[in-house]
C-alpha cells in the first residue's frame, strides 16, 4: 500500500482515538479540515512542519503516525518477516520460532 495512504489511515486512527472530528483537529493544528481530510485519505503528501503541527495537536510523538504496521496486509507482513530473518544467526532464528509457535496456537 502506498505510504501517504497508510500514514493518513495511522493519522485518522489517532484522531478518532482522541475523539476529534477532523474539524477540530485542524482547528487544534492550525490548518485547514479539507487539507486534513486529502491527508488521511493519501492524496496530500503534508510537510515535516505539518506533520509536527498535527502530532503535537493529538499529543502523540511524530514517529506515531508513521507507526502503521498493523495496517498491512499479509503479503507486506510476509515480506518484512523474510527481510527479519534474512540476516538472522541460529540462535535468533531458534529463539523466533518459539515465540511464533506460541503466538500461533
Do not use: C
Amino acid at each position: 500500500m502506498d505510504k501517504k495512504k497508510l500514514v493518513g489511515r495511522r493519522l485518522g486512527e489517532l484522531r478518532k482515538r482522541r475523539g476529534l472530528s477532523q474539524e477540530e483537529l485542524a482547528e487544534i493544528a492550525d490548518t485547514s479540515a479539507s487539507y486534513l481530510s486529502r491527508m488521511e485519505r493519501g492524496t496530500e503528501n503534508p510537510t515535516l512542519d505539518m506533520l509536527g503541527k498535527i502530532s503535537d495537536a493529538l499529543g502523540v510523538e511524530m514517529w506515531e503516525l508513521f507507526d502503521y504496521g498493523h495496517q498491512t496486509g499479509a503479503k507486506e507482513i510476509k515480506e518484512a518477516i523474510n527481510r527479519l530473518v534474512k540476516d538472522a544467526d541460529e540462535k535468533d532464528l531458534r529463539l523466533a520460532i518459539k515465540v511464533f509457535r506460541s503466538v500461533i496456537r
